[in-house]
């Protein structure tokens, strides 16, 4: 099946590139960018003699004749269009911005861009694939879930659907290495200002808020605004979220592990821990995984539950692909059976 990837020269787009490159079903047709007519090596020299394909212009036409999947790793406000002209075509298109996962008057209050048409929105399937892998079957238009959202939802959606929380008491305290803030450079994400250091930003106001909060409700209608902070980590990949919430006294540790267990028994990238074995980034880096540790606090009655992941895999790419592999019936771990990379 031929696959065609536009935004190949962001950190998102070379991750689909190193998956693709191997996955034994599909074929990269072609890479597009700005940038027209330069092999992608000179972008990303780690792929020279490995993959020779130069970068073309955005032709959603020739793009849509050519190939039968378009990945858009394009920056929040490009996607959004790419993803109308591709729908017209009749293609399948992916989606790994933020264009497509929240109505129009949430979108632009938060992503201060131009919104996408309601059709389209209502069109596009969210893409949290152990959860919605009915709906993604079969679909022609996927919004790929945020970085942070991805690693959130899988770590509350257990506790959240079977209401076993105070909905008001959700906390996620949330730390990202720098590569989920894109290529290019910011004073914030420089070598200087990043390294030995811990950041929080966006505090009450990052776009993925509302993202989180509408999936919640989904699961739970009486779930109320959460509290959502991000931080900034001195490492390249990875997201380790910490969530905080509110239980019944009369829950325990083992209880809450064994439903953990029993949800995401069928789902081969989510790992749930051991009680008293917590993951790290390191444990994840590299691969599709998301790992997930929990504990309940008898003395303050209080869950928490630390899920993490590698930001440009299960965070984008790689989620992404085992989207595109659901979509198109093949085992959703094609492709993506990579073992995370340690140390």
């Not at 679909?139 to 899988?154: Q, V």
């Not at 929380?165 to 910011?186: E, F, H, M, Q, W």
């Not at 998301?290 to 590698?310: E, P, Y």
């Amino acid at each position: 099946m031929k696959v065609s990837i536009i935004g190949t020269t962001g950190y998102g787009g070379a991750e689909l590139l190193r998956i693709l490159q191997r996955h034994p079903e599909f074929h990269i047709q072609s890479i597009h960018s700005t940038k027209e007519d330069i092999p992608i090596w000179t972008e990303y020299p780690h792929l020279y003699d490995i993959i020779d394909h130069n970068l073309q212009n955005i032709n959603t036409s020739k793009i849509a004749e050519s190939s039968d999947i378009v990945f858009l790793a394009t920056p929040s406000g490009i996607s959004g269009k790419l993803a109308a002209e591709f729908v017209n075509e009749d293609m399948t298109a992916i989606d790994l911005s933020g264009d497509l996962r929240l109505p129009a008057d949430t979108y632009e209050t938060w992503y201060k861009h131009e919104p996408v048409n309601t059709e389209l929105y209502e069109r596009a399937v969210y893409g949290l694939s152990e959860w919605y892998k009915e709906e993604i079957k079969g679909a022609k238009l996927i919004a790929n879930p945020g970085c942070y959202p991805t690693a959130a939802l899988l770590g509350l959606a257990p506790v959240v659907k079977e209401k076993l929380i105070n909905p008001s008491s959700i906390i996620i305290d949330a730390k990202s290495g720098v590569s989920g803030a894109g290529r290019s450079l910011t004073r914030n994400t420089s070598f200087a200002e990043a390294n030995e250091n811990l950041r929080v930003y966006k505090v009450n106001e990052h776009q993925h808020t509302p993202e989180i909060e509408s999936q919640l409700l989904k699961w739970n209608e009486q779930i109320n605004p959460i509290t959502f902070t991000t931080h900034l980590l001195p490492i390249t990949r990875g997201i380790m979220t910490t969530a905080y919430v509110q239980v019944p006294e009369e829950l325990n540790t083992a209880q809450v592990l064994e439903l953990y267990k029993e949800t995401y028994k069928d789902k081969p990238f989510i790992r749930i821990r051991p009680e008293s074995h917590y993951p790290s980034i390191k444990e994840v880096s590299g691969s599709n995984y998301c790992d997930i540790g929990l504990h309940v606090d008898s003395r303050t009655g209080r869950l928490t539950i630390v899920t993490v992941i590698d930001n440009l895999m299960k965070g984008a790419a790689g989620q992404a692909v085992q989207n595109a592999n659901i979509i198109c019936g093949f085992n959703e771990t094609t492709g993506l059976d990579f073992i995370p990379m340690y140390p």
